[in-house]
């Protein structure tokens, strides 16, 4: 039985060793706006740019990003975007760098011009050299690399063709690996496999796999009738083939298949998908998931990266939301107690450009009235908080014996609701601290209030948002609910 919840805790005590070949990668992102007079091509209004750390560096950001420890070897060059690169590298949490700098190269550099309007890649440009690294640098890289292969728990080597897998350092890592009772996984980019013998599981997207073996690899059994012979010449246990929409298949030694298909999402920007595959992969197995486990959360993670734009990084928290059924990540992720941290939520709601609601009050026993109010609020908002009001508050509102029921069974009653994304509990009588760091965009509360009673009214208004009345559903009230119960009690 797949069991994500205890491969995900193993997977946040494993440690990649992660070696490849480093790049910036650069976003600019704008509007097209017309053709270009000099040449048929279109111009593109520049309106923001984003610097990502990519190639291998975004194998190992993925790695810490979901949990895991990366030990990160990679090659720069003596040049601005090296400097960049080695800043921002210092950075990322989870991670140990170790740095080649090699004078004769530049620092492998893509820049991407992107439509936003279209989410398309208009251009790309590169600056690099795609030619391994000369022999002194080569046991430099050896040199940084198999001391620390005894504190990884699995090995995996980016190889992005720009010269710092070289046969020779492909050579010494894998066979120091196994030597060690070490698993090595290679997302590979030469066509001859034989370089990477020895590793564990190789992992080409279908374009390369059908490149390495002369075959056509469109469907699951032309990969696994060419899988075998290239598994032989690599010496590996397994090969991985991506096949972006279509899934990913992997045939084994032994001669087994699994198929596992794409999860559905739209997708915004494939690129870095690979990495994030490679990385989710390796944690997995060094967690102890079996093939078929592995897979399940390699897909999962892809389906994440994909949906967001540039060299995307997936969290741990991400992937869970993406693997496990909704309904069993309701209270844990929408609920934030009193004082918690909402800030995450609201940064990534508004740099989504969506519209915030709020609504509160204490539902204490949750009737149609509450059901009708919240609905009516979602439906004003793309994202929609309650604010609940916690224990001691309520007590203080509503009088001894009241709440009915305690804080926490009355969010998690509300976070199973899908008009509610975020419950939030407060402390005070008022939500209007709360009011004030949300800053919604439309404050909503039942008809039986005024505008000038609604909590909050001043702060939303002054800031161009609009405070909305429902009308409320008669005969309903908790009030009313706890009397009629504790009288048929009685």
Known sequence: MFDFEAISRAMSGQTVLCVGDLMLDEFVYGEVSRISPEAPAPVIAVRRSEINIGGAGNVARNIAALGGRCIFVGLIGEDAAGTALTEALAKEAGMETVLVRDAARPTTRKV???????????????????????????QQLIDAILPRLARADI??????????????????????????????????????????????????????????????????????????????????????????????????????????????????????????VAAALALALAAGADWDGALRIASAAAAVAVGKTGT????????????????????????????????????????????????????????????????????ACDRLIVGLNSDASVMRLKGEGRPVQNERARAEVLAALEAVDLVAIFEEDTPINLITKVRPSVLVKGGDYTREQVVGHEIVEATGGEVVRVEILQGHSTTSLVARAREGKA
């Not at 397994?238 to 096949?243: F, P, Y």
């Not at 939520?345 to 519209?355: A, F, T």
């Open 312 to 379: 995307a990084i997936v969290r741990s928290a991400e992937l869970r939301r993406k693997i496990l059924p909704h309904a069993s990540l309701a209270a844990e992720e929408k609920i934030v107690p009193a004082g918690g941290d909402i800030d995450a939520y609201l940064e990534e709601w508004r740099r989504q450009d969506l519209r915030i609601g709020f609504t509160n009050g204490c539902f204490d026993i949750l009737h149609p009235g509450h059901v009708k109010v919240l609905t009516a609020a979602r439906s």
């Open 112 to 138: 991407r011009f992107v439509s936003e309007q279209f989410s398309t890649h208009m251009l790309r440009s590169d600056w690099e050299l795609a030619a391994p690294a000369a022999p002194a640098i080569e």
């Open 155 to 276: 090995v995996l080597l980016s190889d992005y063709a720009k010269g710092v897998l070289t046969a020779r350092v492909i050579r010494n890592v894998i066979d120091a690996a196994r030597q060690a009772g070490k698993r090595v996984i290679v997302d590979p980019k030469s066509a001859n496999l034989a370089i990477y013998r020895g590793a564990t599981v190789l992992t080409p997207n279908r374009k390369e796999f059908a490149e390495a073996t002369r075959s056509r690899a469109d469907s699951q059994d032309s990969i696994a009738q060419a899988a075998p012979d290239a598994m032989v010449l690599a010496d590996c246990e397994a090969m991985l083939v991506t096949q972006g929409e279509r899934g990913m298949t992997l045939v084994t030694r032994d001669g087994g298949s699994i198929h596992v298909p794409a999860l559905p999402v739209k997708v915004r920007d494939v690129s870095g998908a690979g990495d994030t």
